[in-house]
């Protein structure tokens, strides 16, 4: 039996343990989610709106703490998040996407995002400078999942960089979201699991509980969707795994591979 594995670029893999350990000294914290769609905050900083950098995020945190005068070295772990959340500092699934995606673009010589991903919300001069200026900003799960950005692949071809893009799901199908493919494992030529990284809150996370966290996809069936094989987060599966329930209720799913990926 030959059995292959694949994986992030270490680049892309860095950022995406940055995220999941946000660093404070001695201290690793999992970044929260966040998604500025009910702050509504315009053109604010990037770690006040979903889109910071993990240093951007840890900066803006320290920064908070020494104007407040709080003493962020006395918190243990659990009270670090806490703050942070409270704050409204945190990720969202298509900006943790864009920083992982760019690094994994960048390792292979491919150039930025900045550099290849097109505006799909209009192309006049205004939204083409607003997109140069604020790329991470403008980069949506509709950019990601934009035909002129990606394009829908079979999942027997799914490769780590590749993602799984939700359009029109939630209970009120009023949300998008985003999964980049981590790593991948197939056997005599077939995929058999796949790992996952995103940014997201489950109801059942309460207030503090939510991140950046992984996820694995058992192939079960390589002509069936993504969304019908086995999924696998926080030691869910099937009904309880609510990120299995989004792509399932989404008004489309697919895995997708960004054009000069290709």
């Known amino acids: 039996m030959s059995t292959q594995t694949l ?24 970044c929260p989610y966040y998604n ?7 053109a604010g900083l990037r770690p006040l709106i979903g889109k ?26 659990k009270d670090l998040k806490r703050f942070i959340v409270d704050r409204k500092i945190g990720i969202d699934c298509s900006g943790l996407a864009y920083y992982i995606l760019d690094a994994e673009s960048r390792s292979k010589n491919l150039g930025s995002l900045k550099k290849n991903l097109r505006p799909v919300n209009g192309t006049n001069f205004l939204r083409k400078l607003i997109c140069k200026i604020r790329p991470v900003e403008s980069a949506g799960v509709t950019s990601f999942s934009s035909e002129k950005n990606s394009k829908e692949i079979k999942i027997n071809d799914a490769r780590p960089g590749d993602f799984i893009a939700m359009l029109n799901t939630g209970p009120e199908k009023n949300y998008h979201h985003i999964l980049v493919l981590t790593e991948t494992m197939s056997e005599n030529g077939n995929i058999k699991q796949i790992k996952y990284v995103h940014s997201y809150a ?7 509980g939510h991140g950046v966290r992984e996820g694995c996809i058992e192939i079960t069936d390589v002509q069936e969707p ?6 696998t987060e926080q030691s869910k599966s099937g009904d ?23």
């Open 7 to 30: 994986s992030l670029s270490e680049e892309a893999r860095k950022i995406m343990a940055d995220y999941m350990g946000l660093s404070f000294g001695d201290k690793k914290v999992q």
């Open 240 to 262: 309880e795994n609510i990120t299995q329930r989004r792509a399932i209720e989404a008004g489309m799913t697919s895995v997708r591979r960004l054009n000069w990926f290709h």
């Open 52 to 77: 910071g950098s993990p240093d951007e995020i840890t900066e803006e945190v320290i920064l908070i703490a020494l104007k407040s005068r709080e003493n962020i070295k006395g918190m243990d772990e």
């Open 202 to 208: 489950w109801p059942e996370d309460g207030k503090y």
């Open 226 to 231: 993504i969304q019908k094989q086995i999924w």
């Open 36 to 42: 500025n769609r009910r702050g509504g905050i315009r």
